[in-house]
């Protein structure tokens, strides 16, 4: 596809730092011959989820909000519907979109640019629009510079930007980020504009996806190029893609379908047969962008650390590779695992009975059993999903030990084949943590507390969950239920699973669960049986409850909701659920111990 170029007048400011931009750009292109016309071939008969690599295909499937039924098929291309609020979202987006006016220091107009708030406080352009702080203090963000429904222009607010709280620039990477006024002179807040945020993950959008760019085209009032811009490659810091741009629109925003930013444009590749054509847009990775800040945080200011904060807690620091170890058979010899009769001999509480499909798909322990026992836990395991169908564990509040974490070593369990225990490969060099289902400290008890410690670390009690993920209700659920003033033994018994689907995403050969479920058995002062059952979502699996995309919530639900996730059968433990006698579907949001209902 090529564009025609629209020349600016010749006092553009910076043209030849625009001009070298995009000769570097152009060289960059014919080096990629090769590649992107093997991956135009590949598009012909794949969609871009078998295309990219499975790291990024993973993470963009993850930010698709579950509710849009057709994204999928949209990010595959069979479908081009798009939700009416795409629409709605789009000009929220928008807002944060600003033209940059570059003046001198006697207020004469040098050129435009585009640029893109990226925090409540701190603008993203190119360096070839600003390129010192000299340059930044003269110029202003100007906002709202679009037309009405009329197509009459709407009234401008201009921001100061201020380098002397934050500026940083870099030539290779064509990328400023500054600071702007709090508050314009006609008193407008600059946080009524909303901001576009930074994600570090690579693979917000996929090679053969199309993206759109939020620009103001040579300088003039905010368009858009929606959608008909497909990513033909990525690369090292760069992306190369068909969208529409012209000459002021350095800086711009190029964003997915969820209206993220997943590069900042930056030039044009010209047609090395038409001077006056463009061939094709490349853009800075965001994620690149996002890497080279956090590298440099270190030599940032306090209250400058401050401002980045939020754009950079998502970036995963490299640690220290976690050791992998592989125990003795004899080393289990001792673990009898779950006790059934732990909260006394009348309440008896029996491992749950799994379904025929379960039956056949559980891991086989040697001697024909189907449960690993640990001390003070057992655990089935799936051998399709390697991952547990379910753990549980013996819990005793008064004979807690305090035992220290030290430096992790994580095992595989020799009792079952390591082809059934999704091990270290699926969590190195990325954003998935290990997840205990059973806690470290829920078995750490008695006097193989210490043992019981190290069993918590195999992976057969792993699941692989985003960092990101906000667990503190999740796990403080067994601390409110131990500490509950109704539990006189101060003891429990806890069952924990992932909730698999087929639609789960695939990541490196293992489908990553997206919720996670837990059934908390005690006993109550009254001597009766407690058992709750919670969910851990964060899709919309439950009615009449408020649903907010991104967000873990957990619910207390039905007991008969869990065994209809997970094909498990409780059995007389139902007869004990407080909440039973609702219809399997509802549930309650739990925030705080003050929503739980024992």
Known sequence: MTTARVKEPTRQWNRDLAANQEKDALKRYEERSEQRRKLSEQLKTSTPLEVDSPERTAFRQALVNPRDGLAMERMIGKNNLIPISYLEA????????????????????????????????LLLTNHHVLTDEDCALHSLAQFNYEMDLNLREKPIQSFRLTPEVFFITDEKL??????????????????????????????KALIGEYVSIIQHPSGAPKAVAMRENEICDVFDEFIHYTTDTLEGSSGSPVLNDEWLPVALHHAGVPDPDDPEK????????????VKFLAEKQSSFKEHQKEMLAEMLMDVKKEADPVKTERLK???????????????????????????KALEEDAAEVKGGENVLNYIHFSIVMSKSRKLAYYTVVNIDGKEMKNVERGKDSWYYDPRIDEKYQAGEELYS?????????VRRRDPVWGKDAKKANEDTFHFTNSSPQHKN????????????????AENHQFKATVFTGPVFREDDIVYRDVKIPAEFWKVAVMVKEDGTLSATAYLQSQKNLIEDLEFAYGDYKTYQVPLSKIESLTGLQFKDLKKSDPIGDLESSAGRVIEGPEDLKL
């Open 278 to 289: 463009y061939t094709a847009n490349e853009g800075i990775r965001i994620s690149s962008i």
């Open 174 to 203: 064509d990328m400023t980020l500054v600071a702007v006024e709090e508050v314009s002179s006609d008193g407008t807040k600059l946080t009524d504009f909303g901001h576009l945020p930074l994600h570090a993950q690579s693979g």
């Open 90 to 121: 789009g000009i929220r987006a928008a807002k944060a979109v600003c033209r940059i006016e570059i003046r001198d220091r006697i207020g004469r107009i040098l050129g435009h640019g585009t640029g893109f708030l990226v925090t409540p406080s």
């Open 469 to 484: 993920l906000n667990q503190k209700t999740w796990l403080d659920l067994e601390d409110y239920i131990l500490e509950n």
């Open 329 to 355: 058979p004899s080393r289990y010899e001792k673990a009898k695992g779950y006790d059934s009769k732990f909260l006394g001999e009348k309440h008896s509480v029996s491992l749950p009975k799994l379904s």
């Open 429 to 437: 060099r990325n954003d998935l943590d290990r997840g205990h289902l």
